[in-house]
């Protein structure tokens, strides 16, 4: 099992940066066994693919829209799970969920994700 909570987010202005950070429990694996990701879901729109990464952080995928602006890392002995977001528009406001993965290899797809965290609500306004 894995327990997730995600903090770091809040209202910001546009252009301006956040880094939302994801601590992680487990109690049956420890944390480096996990492959981690973060997704959002908008306001009115279905939950979308941000970032994810591998078990030790050297392999990662940002889904194309944010690449160059969103950047995922982990921290295997902090438990702790990132994602910097940096020159943050408008449309980047939504609830952001991290999650965490049995596989661990990088996972892009929602249904191969395992542990959710309760999200973390992030609000660009222009």
């Known amino acids: 099992q894995v327990h997730v909570v995600e903090s770091g987010g809040g209202s910001v202005q546009t252009g301006q940066s956040l880094r939302l950070s994801c601590t992680a429990s487990?109690?049956?694996?420890?944390?480096?066994?996990?492959?981690m990701g973060w997704f959002r879901q908008p306001p009115g729109k279905e939950q979308e693919f941000v970032a994810a990464i591998n078990w030790n952080g050297d392999r990662t995928y940002t889904a194309r829209s944010l690449k160059g602006r969103f950047t995922i890392s982990r921290d295997n002995a902090k438990t702790t799970l990132y994602l910097q977001m940096n020159r943050l528009e408008p449309e980047d406001t939504a609830v952001y969920y991290c999650?965490?993965?049995?596989?661990?290899?990088?996972?892009?797809?929602?249904?191969?994700?395992?542990?959710w965290g309760q999200g973390t609500q992030v609000t660009v306004s222009s």
């Open positions: 999650a965490a993965s049995n596989y661990t290899i990088v996972v892009i797809t929602a249904n191969m994700y395992d542990y």
């Open positions: 487990t109690t049956t694996y420890n944390f480096e066994n996990y492959a």
